[in-house]
């Protein structure tokens, strides 16, 4: 009992430990770090997400190639993330 206590306590720690690492990468402007995150095995909406950190990093270093290509991966991305019509985090990407 006590160790399923200790998972149920985990999970939120380690369920958002990635798009946390992606955030404040994204909100230092780390391009450098963003881009080696790619590599990394992610689920699909953190990947999702890490593609638009990228578009906007990109963006605003006036690198409108990469900054598009990263627009198509994310977009690719999300149409891939199962219940993306019902959750509002994926809407919310979606409409960023």
Same mark, same amino acid.
Request: proline share 1%.
């Given at each position: 009992?006590?160790?399923?206590?200790? %998972? &149920?306590?985990?999970?939120? /720690?380690?369920?958002?430990?990635?798009?946390?690492?992606? $955030?404040? #990468?994204?909100?230092?402007?780390?391009?450098?770090?963003?881009?080696?995150?790619?590599?990394?095995?992610?689920?699909?909406?953190?990947?999702? %997400? &890490?593609?638009?950190?990228? /578009?906007?990093?990109?963006?605003?270093?006036?690198?409108? $190639?990469? #900054?598009?290509?990263?627009?198509?991966?994310?977009?690719?991305?999300?149409?891939?993330?199962?219940?993306?019509?019902?959750?509002?985090?994926?809407?919310?990407?979606?409409?960023?």
């Amino acid at each position: 009992m006590r160790l399923a206590l200790m %998972f &149920l306590f985990l999970f939120p /720690a380690t369920v958002f430990a990635d798009l946390v690492n992606i $955030e404040q #990468a994204f909100h230092r402007g780390d391009l450098a770090y963003l881009s080696e995150l790619k590599e990394e095995k992610f689920q699909l909406f953190d990947r999702a %997400f &890490l593609q638009y950190c990228l /578009a906007v990093t990109h963006m605003s270093q006036q690198r409108s $190639e990469e #900054a598009t290509t990263a627009v198509s991966v994310g977009l690719e991305l999300l149409a891939q993330v199962e219940n993306g019509k019902d959750d509002a985090d994926t809407m919310a990407l979606w409409a960023a």
